[in-house]
Nanobody, 126 residues
Framework: QVQLAESGGGLVQTEDSLRLSCAAS????????VAWFRQAPGKEREFVSA????????YYRDSVKGRFAVSRDNAKNTVDLQMNSLKPEDTAIYYC???????????????????WGQGTQVTVSS
């Protein structure tokens, strides 16, 4: 049974940092690309960042470039999202998602991901 579990969310102030972690089990982790999405109240789920299977390629939405950094440890089956200089508009539930057959043109589409975690809340106060 495939499971993804996010952790590390919380309530922080503007310009603070948080590090989210996604722990995977029940799959050959190194064969899966992993992404972070987020969903704010009343808004659609949006792509935040992704890291390719080998970890050599990473991708970010424009609004988080230079502030967020994604990394993975295939030995530990984890993907982390380091979030710096947080802003109130970063407030959302953050989800990790994984897929084995992801292609570059689809990595921002949540429908392309087979597995999802339950999410972790990030709240940034102004």
């Amino acid at each position: 049974q495939v499971q993804l579990a996010e952790s590390g969310g919380g309530l922080v102030q503007t310009e603070d940092s948080l590090r989210l972690s996604c722990a995977a089990s029940g799959l050959t982790f190194r064969s899966y690309s992993v992404a972070w999405f987020r969903q704010a109240p009343g808004k659609e789920r949006e792509f935040v960042s992704a890291i390719w299977r080998s970890g050599t390629n990473t991708y970010y939405r424009d609004s988080v470039k230079g502030r967020f950094a994604v990394s993975r440890d295939n030995a530990k089956n984890t993907v982390d999202l380091q979030m710096n200089s947080l802003k109130p508009e970063d407030t959302a539930i953050y989800y990790c998602a994984a897929d084995r057959q992801l292609i570059l043109s689809s990595l921002r589409d949540p429908k392309q991901y087979a597995y999802w975690g339950q999410g972790t809340q990030v709240t940034v106060s102004s």
